[in-house]
T-cell receptor
Framework: AQSVTQPDIHITVSEGASLELRCNYS??????LFWYVQSPGQGLQLLLK??????LVQGIKGFEAEFKRSQSSFNLRKPSVHWSDAAEYFC???????????FGTGTRLKVLA | NAGVTQTPKFRVLKTGQSMTLLCAQD?????MYWYRQDPGMGLRLIHY???????AKGEVPDGYNVSRLKKQNFLLGLESAAPSQTSVYFC???????????FGPGTRLLVL
């Protein structure tokens, strides 16, 4: 069955520290993968997406993610976290046959000053 | 260009009451979606539409109905609200066959 797993429900990092949010997927075909961010009380904003090609993709706000087929992972990274990055982050896989997303359960990021 | 808008932003209902959530998009997208977001469960698809006059069930359709009478609007109805429908509802839209969806700001619904 198709699924997306975000194993970390909460993560706390200090401002200026590096960040990695984990995402694992289960999908039979080549996946289309996404990371969205949701600030408190806001909708979802697209951070980055992977369809094919270079496995390291760059997104907005200094985020990047690396697709590793062998590990079925699409982890999100940022070298230096800012206080404004505090939000909830969702990984999603797009199912091309049905044109629908499958979302992970989200990781809530807290940033310490 | 407002993108995807949702009305209302917040609503409180009593059990058994009905209401309609409105989603509007001005990007000429063919596909539209309704999701609900619950703590620890991410976003789950309720219903979706691939064009005007068409709708289909998603992952959690029970207790909801939808209509897509105009291309730019997608309505989500609750005929008899239940406390289990307390949630945040998000609408999204996309071009036909596109992998990228654009989300509205959400509607927070509380059913007492």
């Amino acid at each position: 069955a198709q699924s997306v797993t975000q194993p970390d429900i909460h993560i706390t990092v200090s401002e200026g520290a590096s960040l990695e949010l984990r995402c694992n997927y289960s999908y039979g075909a080549t996946p289309y993968l996404f990371w969205y961010v949701q600030s408190p009380g806001q909708g979802l904003q697209l951070l980055l997406k992977y369809f094919s090609g270079d496995t390291l993709v760059q997104g907005i706000k200094g985020f990047e993610a690396e697709f590793k087929r062998s590990q079925s992972s699409f982890n999100l990274r940022k070298p230096s976290v800012h206080w404004s990055d505090a939000a909830e982050y969702f990984c999603a896989v797009f199912t091309s046959g049905t044109y629908k997303y499958i979302f992970g359960t989200g990781t809530r990021l807290k940033v310490l000053a | 260009n407002a993108g995807v808008t949702q009305t209302p932003k917040f609503r409180v209902l009593k059990t058994g009451q009905s209401m309609t959530l409105l989603c509007a998009q001005d990007m000429n997208h063919e596909y539209m979606y309704w999701y609900r977001q619950d703590p620890g469960m991410g976003l789950r698809l309720i219903h979706y539409s691939v064009g005007e006059g068409t709708t289909a069930k998603g992952e959690v359709p029970d207790g909801y109905n939808v209509s897509r009478l105009k291309k730019q609007n997608f309505l989500l109805g609750l005929e008899s609200a239940a406390p289990s429908q307390t949630s945040v509802y998000f609408c999204a839209s996309s071009f036909q066959g596109s992998e990228t969806q654009y989300f509205g700001p959400g509607t927070r619904l509380l059913v007492l």
